[in-house]
């Protein structure tokens, strides 16, 4: 066949061998591109035949050897013998490979490359595709047996959400039942909350003052004593230091002298005098500053509790309120933002005291809560007058409320804190609160940005007009 078609190559493929697909035949140019072929090479890299004389790039279905180590490949020693003889893989990208059994010849400038399949490659094929018909016919079957397995299970499915339907109908109809009551039982235990908590803030909060007051009167009262009493000490030490230069001068003459001063100048350098004269008042003064602390907190908790007064209406400054509630809370948001004053002229309005630094409790203690974890924010506390009264904003660059929970913040019970942090009662309280005092509480927030809250009130509110001051 090699002869045959040797002697045809320079006209074609010949007719006789065009069609056959048991041999592969191809004629290629220098470049890798292929000049002419037959159905059986086409059909080795999974390619419709096309006519004949068209260049077409065939490099890429080469497997091993690639096309490019057989065109540089020199001459054969001898003219007859095959530029390359052995097994070929052929297959077109993302197609499955075959291998045949070739000979390649070189033309001048171009190669012919004659194959033919196996005989016996051709009878394992055929042995292989029968073994694989008659798996794929038991997995028919198989899978005709599971489809009606699957079709008796679909029924049970459909008949078991049939029920559970019917059961989910019952579950909402009385779970709708439920949610009326429990409304109603959350209004009456708001309410109730509401009192008992500021009646047992107020009390504790002024307990606390009460007890924290009688010590430290007298820590302060000993405080300056202390001070006076080590002034006097400094005047006794300085006459000793006078006596110690006298007998100096003396210890030539007198033994016992020198061995005394001896002893006190080892005393003084175990005491270190000089820097005890130094700290000491110093220590002193740091205590009685932090003694003046502990007494301006115990005035702000009085002042923030107002106990004695938690239902009367009474004339107040705002600013003071707002001072003496971030004076207690301080520790909660220390460690979380700094705050920042913005505070305007403001005319005393006519409140319940208590319950409105509750509310400046409830709003700043959020506005700290709110900051996210490793990243310090800030606290902005504004207020001043406008025409129908006063109104007091507290923003934070905290996290931010999302549109949907803005919608339900001053809800009772309402909280996004994890379990065990919240209550879901402070807003609620507070919007209570401000609405009782005849003024409104708004909210605006962006995720990621921070909330500000906006309590406007009356100077005089309908309420108090009534009532005792």
């Known amino acids: 066949m090699e002869r045959y078609f040797a002697s045809s190559a320079a006209t074609g493929i010949p007719p006789s061998l065009r069609h056959l697909t048991a041999v592969v035949i191809a004629r290629l140019n220098d470049e890798g591109r292929l000049l002419d072929a037959n159905l059986g090479f086409w059909r080795m890299i999974g390619r419709e035949p096309l006519p004949a004389g068209c260049l077409l790039d065939v490099e890429g279905c080469f497997v091993n050897p690639p096309l490019a180590d057989l065109l540089r490949m020199a001459s054969p020693p001898t003219p007859d013998a095959p530029l390359f003889a052995g097994l070929l893989t052929l297959g077109k990208p993302g197609t499955p490979c075959q291998s045949i059994s070739v000979a390649i010849h070189r033309e001048g400038r171009h190669l012919l490359l004659i194959g033919e399949h196996d005989i016996h490659d051709l009878e394992r094929i055929s042995t292989e595709v029968l073994q694989l018909n008659t798996e794929l016919a038991e997995a028919q079957r198989r899978m005709k047996r599971q489809n009606s397995l699957l079709v008796q299970a679909k029924r049970e499915l459909e008949d078991d959400i049939m029920q559970r339907q019917i059961a989910e109908a019952e579950l909402k109809r009385r779970f709708n039942e439920l949610s009326v009551l429990n409304a109603e039982l959350k209004q009456t235990q708001q309410q109730l909350v509401q009192s008992e908590k500021l009646a047992s803030i107020g009390q504790l909060a002024a307990g606390v003052a009460h007890e924290i007051n009688n010590p430290i009167g007298f820590v302060h009262s000993n405080l300056g004593s202390l001070v006076e009493y080590f002034d006097q000490i400094g005047d006794v030490l300085e006459c000793y230091r006078e006596g110690e230069t006298l007998l100096q001068s003396m210890a030539d003459s007198h033994p016992e002298c020198a061995a005394w001063l001896a002893r006190m100048a080892a005393i003084k350098e175990d005491a270190e005098l000089d820097y005890l004269k130094e700290d000491i008042p110093a220590l002193l003064q740091e205590s009685k500053d932090g003694i003046g602390r502990v007494k301006q907190i115990v005035a702000d908790l009085k002042d923030f509790s107002r106990v004695d007064s938690?239902?009367?209406?009474?004339?107040?400054?705002?600013?003071?309120?707002?001072?003496?509630?971030?004076?207690?809370?301080?520790?909660?948001?220390?460690?979380?933002?700094?705050?920042?004053?913005?505070?305007?002229d403001l005319p005393q309005i006519k409140c319940l005291p208590s319950q409105l630094n509750q509310v400046f409790m409830n709003l700043l203690v959020n506005a700290a809560q709110a900051m996210p974890e490793g990243r310090r924010g800030s606290i902005t506390i504004a207020c001043g007058a406008q025409a129908d009264g006063v109104w007091v904003e507290i923003?934070?660059?905290?996290?931010?409320?999302?549109?949907?929970?803005?919608?339900?913040?001053?809800?009772?019970?309402?909280?996004?804190?994890?379990?065990?942090?919240?209550?879901?009662?402070?807003?609620?309280?507070?919007?209570?609160?401000?609405?009782?005092?005849?003024?409104?509480?708004e909210v605006t927030s962006e995720v990621g940005v921070g909330t500000t809250f906006r309590i406007s009130l009356p100077i005089e509110p309908p309420e108090a007009s009534g009532a005792a001051c």
Do not use: C, M
């Open 310 to 344: 938690a239902h009367q209406w009474e004339w107040v400054d705002l600013r003071a309120g707002l001072d003496s509630t971030l004076n207690i809370i301080r520790n909660e948001i220390k460690y979380r933002a700094d705050v920042e004053k913005a505070y305007g």
């Open 395 to 441: 923003a934070d660059t905290g996290a931010g409320i999302t549109e949907e929970h803005q919608k339900k913040i001053f809800d009772p019970f309402f909280t996004t804190k994890p379990i065990g942090k919240g209550t879901g009662l402070g807003l609620s309280l507070s919007y209570g609160i401000v609405q009782k005092h005849g003024g409104r509480i």
